[in-house]
């Protein structure tokens, strides 16, 4: 099978596939990943080593495109509007988790420091569409759906913050075996790190606004955000940035500078499910299954410790914020689906620490297939719980 023979063969299959999980109330990205799971060099071997080979290249561009979505959330608007409970507890569970499992790999499964930060980091993820999903579908309404919107629209931009960290600490242990405790210097230069991203971003979205006076129609609207957002990515890659967080602060200072920025991000979308759809299911095809049963213990804990991270930090945060007993309660059964973010995270593990990034990405695989199964079911249970729904 050639190369666009066998992409035009993924986007039709996991169409198909998306539409039979939705049948029986699954989310899309449970098909893609055990299609591609399923047609990968693992079990059917379907899938060309091109379209493999170039997994490297669609995951740079949808996870760009994923984070500059994400940076929407943060206007100046709906952070007034979201309120200090949201902040409290997106910021606490997305920590939970990170503190969490990063402490249990490291002090009871004996993992190495590095490797214990990348598991915790990339715990600290969400994914919202799934939780979306579930809302629309039984049409919640009420103060417990809007802080549970509020938190998950904003928590992957914790994680993204929280990754950059983790994985230039990570970078430092791995390639000098520095003491964990002793990292002040390579915390500095993630943090410059960051300001880098930032400044790559805010001038791609400066640039970005300038020339929108000069665009007339929609097809050279989507043709100017696609080069710019492109370009951003390329150049963060070049400066050896992070392209998740540069793709971030673009989409944040836009929607700040801008106020037709609504516009830019709406223009991507249409090209953006296809992309989604070949990086879930060519993520499903780079599973290695026979290192699945190596993953034991750390898929058991990690299943297990990413989730109680999320509920002792949503409870917490809720707590501090003084938020409603329902919030308190509930809020944290519905933060269990992981996706996109965690997904492209475990790639990045997987290509810049090559002795163990096979573990970490099959383990956020085979824990993403999971979560994703039973995630909107809790987030349902959470929904009827707190009255917001009548099932």
Known sequence: MNTVLGLGFILFAGLLSAKLVKKIGFPAVTAYLLLGIIIGPSLLKVVPKAVLASSGLISNIVLGIIAF??????????????????LWISVLEACGAWILVTAIFYLILRQPFYLSMLFGSIASATAPAATVMVIREYRAKGNFTDTLLGVVAIDDAWCLIIFAVSLAIAQAIYAYQVAPFFLLKVLGESLLSIGGAFVLGA??????????????????LLILTMGLVF???????WLNLSVLLASMFLGTVLVNINRYSFKFFDSLKMIASPLFLLFFVLAGANLEINILGSIGMLGLFYLIFRVAGKML?????????????????YLSYALVPQAGVALGCALIAKN????????????????????????????????????????
């Open 352 to 391: 810049d620490f090559p002795e163990v990034g096979n573990i970490i990405f099959t383990t956020i695989v085979a824990t993403t297939v999971i979560y994703e199964l039973f995630g909107p079911l809790l987030t349902k249970y959470a929904l009827r719980k707190a009255g917001d729904i009548i099932v």
């Open 313 to 329: 930090g949503a409870n917490l945060g809720a707590r501090i914020a003084h938020a409603s007993t329902s919030v308190r309660k």
């Open 203 to 220: 001038l791609s979205a400066f640039l970005l606004s300038v020339l929108y006076r000069f665009i007339h129609t929609p097809t050279e």
């Open 69 to 86: 979505g994400i940076g929407q959330n943060f206007s100046r608007y709906q952070m007034r509007r979201i309120g200090r409970s949201v």
């Open 231 to 237: 370009i951003n990515i390329g150049i963060a890659i």
